[in-house]
Every structure is written in structure tokens, then in C-alpha cells.
């Protein structure tokens, strides 16, 4: 198996309505707005999608959905995280079947495990699902997965081809780098913070939740350094992290989903209901985006946002 995974991909947001059904017809405007962006490939089912929200049944429709609306057009990484190998397996077993480029894994969540526990989850996953596979540290949400496992299992399992690292640890950066003089494999960072960091250190590109809303600026970053503009490389991603500051305020990642409304897009309910704080932290970060939107447009390639509201 060839590592054959780079660029910028999307991490999809999962829409639904009031009564917490996905949103399919949503999902697939959103779907379509990416293709539309350039964007290299899509994510189905992390961390962006609250996958935790979801039983197996919903997030098997989502993948097989992705995968026959994106129809080839670009890759699909198929994200299987739960709480236990048999459910992660059914997914796995599903994205295989659609026709996901690679099953991205994340660790198992909730309960809490040691490396060695984790180490054997990955390698039992990969000898049963024989697919191509992202390995997924998710540390602030799963257990996490310590540089040391992952070069071990990128060094001893042909089944996976890369990895994606959503830290923001940049001490990893060129540690994880380095191991590939053994072994070639692909590099994702999954921290929109240190994607420039990331890129320097030669990884070869980054899963973006906030690409989800604004691909456009994701894109510039990355392809703004591939072609050696290192001012405007790291102008883009000045620009992210002012907007990765205002998202913060709200849980993850309830401010891509205001970032998609703001666009005009329909990102759904929040999963859970808002108090009034909320509610006005809702409204200033939509209206801050809209000014962001107006300071960065002249850089960007977009559709003015639908001001809505």
C-alpha cells in the first residue's frame, strides 16, 4: 500500500433538526460546498460530526451518503471512533464496503486506557479490517496517543499509511517527521493553530474542522506555502488564528456551525439547547465573522456570505 494522502481536507460537521435527526438533505448542500471549494478531501464521522451523538446505524447512512454524493471527486476518509473495537469494526466494515479511500481511527473514548491498550485496539483493528488506515489522536476528547506508540505502529503495521494529529503539540511536529526515514507515510495535522507549523516541518497536510465553513482560507495557507510565499503562507494563518480564538469561546465545535450559517448554509441545532449566554455569544461571533469575512475578502476567492439574522 502507497501513502498517498495530502492537501487540505474538510472535516464535516454533522447537521440536525430539533429532534436531533441528521439533517440529510443539509449534510449534502455542505457536501456540495466543499466539492465546490477545491478542497482536496472530506472527513465523514470525526470529531467535527460528534460522532458521540450518533448510533452505528446514523453514522453508517452518513458514510455510504458522503461517499455516493462526493462520487470520486475527491478522497473520502471515513472516520470510525467509538467506545469499543466492535463498534469501530461495523463502521470499519461499512466504509470498506461503500468505498472510503482510507478509515481514519480514532482512540477509544470515554473510559480511560494505557498505550499498550491502545497499541493492541489499533493493531487487532487493522488485522481484521486489512483496509487502509489513518491512525487519529484526539487527545482532548479520546484517549491519546503518544508519539512513541504511533511511530511503532506506523513502523509495524502495513495497513496504516498515515496519521492525523490533532494536539496541537508542536514538539511532535518533527519527531513524527523524522520517523518516516524508516518508512514513508502521510502527515495530517488536525490543529488548525499549527498548520503552518506543520507544513514546515514537511507534513503534508491538515484535516480542518474550520475548513468546513471556510475552506477558502485553509486552502491559501497551505498552497500559499507549497508554492514558497512564506509571508503570505503566514499571513493565512494569522488570519486562522484570529478566528480560531473567537470559535473557542463557544464548545467544539459549535463555532463552525455558526461559521456555516453565517455563510448562508444550513448547519443545524446545536446539540445541546442554549442558555441566554449562549445565545449572545452566538450572536456577537456571528457578527464578528461577518467583519472578518468583509477584512479577509479581498484575498480570498469566495461568495460574499449571506448575512442572515
Not at 126 to 146: E, V
Not at 259 to 270: C, D, I, V
Request: net charge negative; charged share 25%.
Amino acid at each position: 500500500m502507497n501513502a498517498d494522502f495530502h492537501g487540505v481536507y474538510a472535516a464535516l460537521l454533522t447537521p440536525w433538526d430539533t429532534n436531533g435527526c441528521v439533517d440529510f438533505a443539509a449534510h449534502d448542500q455542505i457536501v456540495d460546498f466543499l466539492l465546490g471549494a477545491g478542497v482536496d478531501g472530506i472527513v465523514v464521522g470525526g470529531g467535527t460530526g460528534e460522532y458521540p451523538h450518533l448510533d452505528l446505524t446514523v453514522r453508517q447512512d452518513l458514510i455510504n451518503r458522503t461517499i455516493r454524493r462526493v462520487d470520486g471527486k475527491v478522497k473520502i476518509l471515513a472516520s470510525i471512533g467509538t467506545s469499543s473495537i466492535h463498534g469501530t469494526l461495523k463502521l470499519g466494515r461499512c466504509a470498506i464496503d461503500a468505498g472510503s479511500d482510507a478509515i481514519l481511527l480514532p482512540m477509544p473514548h470515554f473510559f480511560r486506557y494505557e498505550q499498550d491498550d491502545l497499541k493492541a485496539f489499533c493493531e487487532r483493528t487493522c488485522s481484521i479490517l486489512k483496509a487502509p488506515c489513518l491512525l487519529y489522536n484526539l487527545p482532548a476528547f479520546t484517549n491519546p496517543l503518544q508519539v512513541e506508540t504511533a511511530v511503532e505502529l506506523l513502523d509495524a503495521e502495513p495497513h496504516i499509511l498515515g496519521m492525523k494529529d490533532s494536539s496541537g503539540d508542536r514538539s511532535s511536529l518533527q519527531r513524527l517527521a523524522d520517523a518516516r526515514k524508516e518508512r514513508n507515510f502521510s502527515l495530517f495535522v488536525g490543529d488548525d493553530g499549527v498548520v503552518f507549523d506543520a507544513l514546515a516541518a514537511g507534513w503534508d497536510g491538515v484535516i480542518s474542522g474550520i475548513a468546513c465553513f471556510v475552506p477558502e482560507l485553509v486552502r491559501k495557507l497551505f498552497q500559499d506555502f507549497k508554492a514558497g510565499d512564506l509571508h503570505k503562507a503566514r499571513w493565512a494563518q494569522d488570519d486562522l488564528q484570529k478566528l480560531i480564538r473567537e470559535i473557542l469561546r463557544l464548545p467544539v465545535p459549535w463555532g463552525v456551525r455558526v461559521g456555516l450559517s453565517t455563510r448562508g448554509l444550513p448547519a443545524g441545532e446545536f446539540a445541546l439547547p442554549l442558555s441566554e449566554r449562549r445565545k449572545r455569544q452566538v450572536a456577537a461571533l456571528r457578527s464578528w465573522i461577518l467583519t472578518w469575512f468583509d477584512e479577509v475578502s479581498e484575498q480570498l476567492e469566495w461568495e460574499r456570505p449571506v448575512r442572515v439574522g
